[in-house]
């Protein structure tokens, strides 16, 4: 069956340093990924979203890279602040209408 | 806020209850969805709706019945449920189930006893 999962369960960082969430997909013919944000009793929030016809876009602080080659899809976050924390998710359509999401990163930010 | 709004915020019920979820988007989408999401699990997708038509049903149980009487609104009725089924329930919402982008509610914690 289709898998999205993540190398790191939790990943630690210092306030003001820079944060790389990774992602691995399994669908070759997924073609559209996105990236969410979980903070502690609160619903996934949209962070961005990529389609793989490129292979990086920018948002305000957060960067998506995609790799089709090794099926690789990361988030950078610039100046990692306290907000931060929170549960970050990738998912992938599967080249569907459906998102199928990975198990989730926590993001810990220490002063 | 997202413009995904759901009620209640907590439900605790028991196994012989009736309750229902409410969802509501003010985005103008068309399509809906369920979702229910446990510890360390991925979300799982429970139903979908694309202008006030179920197109998916995810090999969910009987005891959930969805409903939706519009493209705006979405509930989630439950019944004699388990405590298994003790989760998070999402609620998101689409342009349509074409477009992939999806925005999501706060969801319900729900206990069941």
């Known amino acids: 069956g289709e898998s999205v999962g993540l190398h790191l369960p939790t990943l630690s960082v210092q306030e003001g340093d820079n944060s790389i969430i990774n992602c691995a997909y399994s669908?070759?013919?997924?073609?559209?990924f996105i990236w969410y944000k979980q903070e502690s009793g609160k619903g996934p929030q949209f962070i961005i979203d990529i389609r793989s016809n490129m292979d990086k876009r920018q948002g305000q602080r957060v960067t998506v890279l995609l790799n089709k080659t090794v099926k690789h899809l990361s988030l950078q976050i610039a100046a990692t602040q306290p907000g931060d924390s929170a549960v970050y998710f990738c998912?992938?359509?599967?080249?569907?209408?459906?998102?199928?999401f990975g198990t989730g990163t926590r993001l810990q930010v220490f002063p | 806020e997202t413009g995904v709004t759901q009620t209640p915020r907590h439900l605790v019920m028991g196994m012989t209850n009736k309750k229902s979820l409410k969802c509501e988007q003010h985005l103008g989408h068309n399509a809906m969805y369920w979702y229910k999401q446990s510890a360390k699990k991925p979300l799982e997708l429970m139903f979908v709706y694309n202008f006030k038509e179920q197109t998916e049903n995810n090999s969910v149980p009987s005891r959930f019945s969805p409903e939706c009487p519009n493209s705006s609104h979405l509930f989630l009725h439950l019944h004699t449920l388990q405590p298994e089924d003790s989760a998070l329930y999402l609620c998101a919402s689409s342009q349509d189930a074409a477009q992939e982008t999806q925005y999501f509610g706060p969801g319900t914690r729900l206990l069941v006893l």
């Open positions: 669908n070759s013919a997924s073609d559209y």
């Open positions: 998912a992938e359509n599967g080249n569907t209408d459906k998102l199928i």
